[in-house]
Structure formats: C-alpha cells, structure tokens
C-alpha cells in the first residue's frame, strides 16, 4: 500500500515470528492507491474491521507510536518483565523496516511477538495488523501492544483498528517534537517521555514540551519516565491495566 504522504510503499511487508517457521507475505497492487483518500477510506475499513474483531474477542489494543530510538521496545520489555499473574495475557506486534530484532527482544523477555517488516515503508496500516493478528493468535481477553515504526509523521495517519494511541518521546530529542509533529501528539490520549534519567545531562527544557502538548491536545495525559531505571513505571502499568479488559 502507496502512502499518500510520503510516497513510500509497504507493498512488501513481510511478517514472521522469530523462531516460528511459517511465513505469510503481503502484496498489494498499489496502482490505483495515488489518491489519499481512496488510500485512506480502504485503510479505514479495513481498521474499522480489525476494531470489531478486537472488540469481539475483548481484546484491549494499543498502538505505540514514537521517535526511532525512544525506548519503545525497552519500555515493552519493562512491561513483560514487571507483569505479574494478575495481568491478562499480553502480546506484541513489532513493526520495523527490516530486522527480527524487537521481536526477538520480547521473546526473551518470555513474550509472544510477531515482526512486521514494512520493506521501504513507514508506517503500519490495517492490512498489516489484520495479518499480524491472524498470525499472533492472541487469546481472548488479552492485551495486544502495537510496536509502530519508529517515526513522528506517517503512522500518525493510518487508523489500525486500535482502541488507544500513546505517543512516545525520549527527553534526548528536544522539547520541540510535538511542535515540529504535532498531528502524532494531537491524536494521541497519551504521551510518554523517556529516558528522563538522562535529563541532568541535557538542556532539555521539559516544561516547554509539556506545555505545547497542552496547547496542541487538551486532555492528553503525560508520563515522565524511565523504562531503564524503572522510575516512573507504576503509572504506566496502572494506564495499561486500566484500558485490559478484566474477566
Ligand atoms: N538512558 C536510557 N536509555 C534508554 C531508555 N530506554 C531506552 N534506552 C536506550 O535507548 C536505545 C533505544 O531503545 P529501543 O527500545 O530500541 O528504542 P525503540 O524506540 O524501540 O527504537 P526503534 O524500534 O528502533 O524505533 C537503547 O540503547 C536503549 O537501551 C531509558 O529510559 N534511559
Ligand atoms: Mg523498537
């Protein structure tokens, strides 16, 4: 599928679960898809399908959008290692350019996780989580994070299906981001600032950043915190544990 903004393509995007041999692959015709809204009308039906599904199988979906390097898989690694018997079940959808790498991380972690290779795409789109959730089975019930590519623009614009959006930001790429990106920031419920044990070394002022995500969405929530050192993690399992569905 063409994207409409950037032209990139994710015709090719491929999806395996390190260390399971069946392969599934996505083709798509991009040929008649240059028109935005046709583009994004097809996307969200297809996410509008996905929802129903999800919702069908009370199954609670989270789509994790941020800067390349964030910590977004640090911060799911963090998740697994810190949930108890009290969580529902939980898996990942992994969506990167090229590598196993993010999902090979959580499945060390003792996750189930299926890597979503866009080729030269951006972003993931419904088609591709509507394979990625064929192929990760997730139980009923269960809690599904969407790893997006790491990026501030395109995945912005692309409705997968997913009940809640959380942008994430790590306090090394400036307090100007949701400024600079801010349909990522403005459509999200929550924003998640990292790496604040690297805050003492920066000239970051976090207060700026905090304040321009108030002016660009209202009643978004902020967590400050460290999926390294762990400060700050209660609040984000507590968000998370709130929006599972509980049986
Ligand atoms: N100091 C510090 N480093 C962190 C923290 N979280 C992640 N990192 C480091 O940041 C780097 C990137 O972390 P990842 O979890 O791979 O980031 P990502 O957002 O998943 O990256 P992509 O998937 O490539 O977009 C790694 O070297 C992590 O160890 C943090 O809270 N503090
Ligand atoms: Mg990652």
């Known amino acids: 599928m063409m994207c409409g903004h950037c032209g990139c393509s994710s015709e090719k995007a491929r999806l395996s679960e390190p260390g399971v041999e069946a392969h599934s692959h996505l083709h798509q015709d991009g040929d008649s898809l240059h028109l935005q809204q046709a583009l994004l009308a097809g996307n969200d039906e297809l996410a509008l ?29 963090a998740t697994f290692k810190g949930a108890d018997t009290g969580w529902p079940p939980m898996a990942v959808l992994e969506g990167d350019q090229q590598t196993q790498n993010d999902a090979r991380r959580i499945q060390a972690c003792g996750g189930r996780a299926v890597q979503i290779n866009t080729g030269t795409g951006c972003h993931l789109d419904a088609q591709m989580i509507q394979a990625g959730l064929t192929s990760l089975a997730p139980l009923p019930g269960s809690l599904v994070l969407v790893e997006n590519v790491g990026n501030l623009v395109c995945p912005a614009l692309f409705d997968l299906g997913e009940q809640h959006r959380v942008a994430m930001m790590a306090v090394t790429d400036g307090e100007d981001k949701p400024e600079k990106y801010p349909h990522l920031f403005a459509g999200c419920e929550l924003v998640v600032i990292n790496k604040i044990d690297l805050q003492p070394y920066l000239n970051v002022d976090l207060k700026k950043t905090k304040a321009s995500l108030r002016r660009l969405n209202p009643r978004v929530e902020i967590l400050e915190l460290s999926a390294n050192t762990g400060e700050g993690l209660d609040a984000w399992r507590d968000w998370l544990l709130t929006r599972a569905h509980h049986d």
Request: charged share 15%.
């Open 49 to 77: 399908h996905n929802r129903q599904w999800l919702t069908e199988n009370r199954i609670t979906c989270i789509n994790l959008m941020g800067t390349p390097g964030a910590g977004k898989t640090q911060l799911l690694e």
